[in-house]
């Protein structure tokens, strides 16, 4: 392994745990300007769209169940994803596949307990 490749593991790793700690705040923000109005209305609204096995399993202390990009989309509808998409400057396909993507891990983290708590 040479230096560079320790540097590019050593950056990438802060990345990584930036990102998972502002992840939390900027979904919350972009979820403001929605009906949802913050992380608790959005796992609302997946249980009360049938995902209400996923949501459990993310926020118990097994394994995380996976959700698609196509789930998230019928649940939450073109609105509040757009309205999503708009906050990110992303496509609507490109955040309905990330939430897919990390919303189980983050909500996850987020519920230690069994129970969603506020980020810091």
């Known amino acids: 392994m040479s230096l560079l490749d320790g ?11 930036a990102q998972a700690q ?25 249980q009360a769209s049938g995902l209400g096995p996923q949501v459990a399993s993310w926020l118990g202390s097994g394994a995380n169940q996976p959700v698609t990009a196509e ?33 189980p891990t983050l909500i996850n983290a987020l519920s230690p307990n069994g129970t969603l708590q506020p980020h810091a």
């Open 7 to 17: 540097l590019k593991g050593a950056l990438g790793g802060l990345v990584e745990q």
């Open 71 to 103: 789930q998230i989309e019928a649940a939450l509808g073109d609105t509040i994803i757009g309205k999503i998409a708009s906050t990110f400057n992303r496509s609507p396909d490109e955040v309905a596949g990330f939430l897919a993507a990390h919303l």
């Open 22 to 46: 502002l992840l939390p705040e900027l979904l919350s923000k972009a979820l403001a300007s929605t009906s949802l109005g913050s992380l608790q209305g959005l796992l609302e609204k997946l």
